[in-house]
């Protein structure tokens, strides 16, 4: 059992940056790859970015390239979300998520999900 808690969201201006973390609780967590989603009002939850266990794989949406960088540190159970550059387009909820299967960008491969954070970005 793996449970999430998402922090560091909040209102910010276009052009501004935000880091999310995410903290696991478990004794397992550097067994777990780690996955960013997100879900604006009205719509789908989308893949944001995801990390292996390792940190040794790396994958991003195209929309958040080159803006966005995930990492984790094992020893604090944690794992971060730099978003710069941000744009109104980025504004929702973001959730951070759990699979031992492997870092991919399907949500459904996840078992954990955290609660969300909300990001607001003003134009």
């Known amino acids: 059992q793996v449970q999430l808690v998402e922090s560091g969201g909040g209102l910010v201006q276009a052009g501004g940056s935000l880091r999310l973390s995410c903290a696991a609780s478990g004794r397992t967590f550097s067994r777990y790859a780690m996955g960013w989603f997100r879900q604006a009002p009205g719509k789908e939850r989308d893949f944001v970015t995801s990390i292996s266990w390792s940190s040794g794989s790396t994958y991003y949406a195209d929309s958040v390239k080159g803006r966005f960088t995930i990492s984790r540190d094992n020893a604090k159970n944690t794992v971060y979300l730099q978003m710069n550059s941000l744009k109104p387009e980025d504004t929702a909820v973001y959730y951070c998520?759990?699979?031992?299967?492997?870092?991919?960008?399907?949500?459904?491969?996840?078992?954990?999900w955290g609660q969300g954070t909300q990001v607001t970005v003003s134009s």
């Open positions: 998520a759990a699979t031992r299967v492997r870092a991919s960008r399907d949500p459904g491969l996840y078992d954990y």
